[in-house]
């Protein structure tokens, strides 16, 4: 079974950063596509950034420039560097799959950008 923790959130001011991270224990890691997703208050979870098996990564507008997506195989780990967050950034934090049958949710981990 896949286990996620994802970490590093916290309260930011306008313009901060945070680097967030997701330990993915129990599966080949270096095989998937993986993503982050946001969930903000009041919306659905949605994928803000990706990178596949091959390095190649992708983000959803708002976050382009903004956000780097990267993984360690070494590490089993996936993160999402925060650059210049906007009070629209705040929302849990979730990593997952981003294709097929997507593995249980971890606990998530919020952010919070307010001045």
């Known amino acids: 079974q896949v286990h996620l923790v994802e970490s590093g959130g916290g309260l930011v001011q306008p313009g901060g950063s945070l680097k967030l991270s997701c330990a993915v224990s129990g599966s080949r890691f270096g095989d998937e596509d993986l993503g982050w997703y946001q969930k903000a208050p009041g919306k659905e979870r949605e994928l803000v950034a990706f990178i596949r098996s091959s390095g190649h990564t992708n983000y959803k507008n708002s976050t382009k420039g903004r956000f780097t997506i990267s993984r360690s195989s070494a590490e089993n780990t996936l993160y999402l560097q925060m650059n210049n967050l906007k009070p629209d950034d705040t929302a849990d934090y979730y990593c997952?799959?981003?294709?097929?049958?997507?593995?249980?949710w971890g606990q998530g981990t919020h952010v919070t950008v307010s001045s």
């Open positions: 997952n799959k981003i294709t097929g049958l997507l593995w249980s």
